[in-house]
């Protein structure tokens, strides 16, 4: 339902309805039997016209779309009634006392005459502001939209800092020579997150760069305990996707893997382009049926990368994430990088 959000009229409403008025006038007026307008049809027409703006600036907005229909309805046939006695009985009885003003017509008659040009001009602002509204309603999706996707992006920075402060912290203790390469690669990551990818999208260049970095990072808690392969093929680096997006799946990837295994840990990312530039990303982990399995699918890494999923590439995304029978985790995501290319 309309709700009457404006307590201002503006300037393009003001033109809009002295356009209206101008051409409702026009054919109010007209009489094919003779051209020339006759200037008193201007009270004739005011009587309509103030009745109109009565309805539409006081009714509408005070009854109608607070949904008090029946106070809208009784008040609206009172001033329909007004209007009907001011024309009959004092604009009629001076300019066409003869003829027009010597009977009462009845007021079936009458309500056949008033209704036409009152249902034009109420009409037209219930349209007015049912558009107004619609955008206004648009205007209100989009601002909750990105206010969600704020929300979700600022939740992946300190997931991930998280994490791989704790890993720091390990190696810190065991004075681990390979300690300053992890606060490097740590730096060159924060340093993307924090400054590259306030926009809403970015290059997918500077993303696979990024995850190249992350992984080169993340393979520092696996060491020796398995094999991590990272490919990327056919990628035309200049299309744009949403940051921070596939980080999500590599490093739950890293993170269930590490902790559940001491050895043979396999990590297989593949990502490649179609021709009709459709992104497909593959991201095959090992693990342990000794740890919680049951929470892989879950956290909010997942449920978070999911949400920005919906919302940034709704019917442009195909996810599946699947637990396997061999002790391994697979996501298969496909994302149409055409939508913001």
Not at 1 to 22: D, G, H, T
Not at 113 to 127: D, R
Not at 213 to 224: A, F, N, R, W
Request: contains cysteine.
């Amino acid at each position: 339902m309309i709700k009457a959000e404006q307590n201002r009229i503006s300037f393009q409403e003001i033109l809009f309805q002295i356009i209206l008025n101008a051409i409702v006038f026009v054919f109010f007026a007209f009489d094919r039997r003779q051209p020339e307008i006759e200037f008193h049809k201007v009270y004739f027409y005011l009587n309509y016209a103030i009745a109109a703006i009565i309805i539409n600036y006081v009714l509408l907005p005070k009854y109608l779309y607070k949904r008090k229909y029946l106070i809208f309805i009784i008040l609206s046939m009172i001033i329909i009634g007004l209007v009907i006695f001011i024309e009959e009985a004092v604009l009629e009885q001076i300019y066409y006392p003869d003829t027009r003003g010597s009977k009462f017509l009845g007021i079936f008659q009458n309500l056949m005459g008033t209704m036409p040009t009152l249902t034009v001009l109420v009409g037209f602002k219930f349209g007015w502001d049912a558009l107004h509204t619609q955008k206004k309603v648009q205007e209100l999706k989009s601002s909750v939209k990105e206010s969600e996707l704020q929300f979700l992006k600022s939740q992946i920075n300190p997931h991930f800092l998280f994490n791989n402060l704790n890993n720091l912290y390990a190696h810190a203790v065991e004075q681990s020579p390979k300690t300053p390469d992890i606060i490097l690669e740590l730096s060159d990551v924060l340093r993307y997150m924090l400054y590259e990818c306030t926009a809403d999208f970015v290059s997918l260049g500077k993303e696979l760069k990024q995850l190249k970095s992350y992984i080169s990072l993340s393979e520092l808690q696996i060491e020796d305990r398995g094999i991590v392969n990272f490919n990327v093929e056919n990628c035309q680096t200049t299309h744009r996707i949403a940051p921070l997006i596939l980080i999500v799946f590599i490093e739950n990837a890293f993170k269930h893997s590490s902790s559940s295994q001491s050895e043979e840990i396999k990590i297989n990312i593949d990502i490649t382009e179609t021709e009709e530039g459709i992104l497909k990303f593959r991201c095959f982990n090992s693990f342990r049926n000794l740890s919680n399995t049951t929470s892989l699918e879950g956290g909010i890494g997942l449920e978070n990368v999911k949400k920005r999923l919906d919302l940034i590439y709704p019917n442009a995304h195909q996810l599946k994430v699947s637990t396997l029978e061999n002790e391994s985790f697979l996501v298969d995501l496909s994302i149409d990088l055409n939508k913001n290319s």
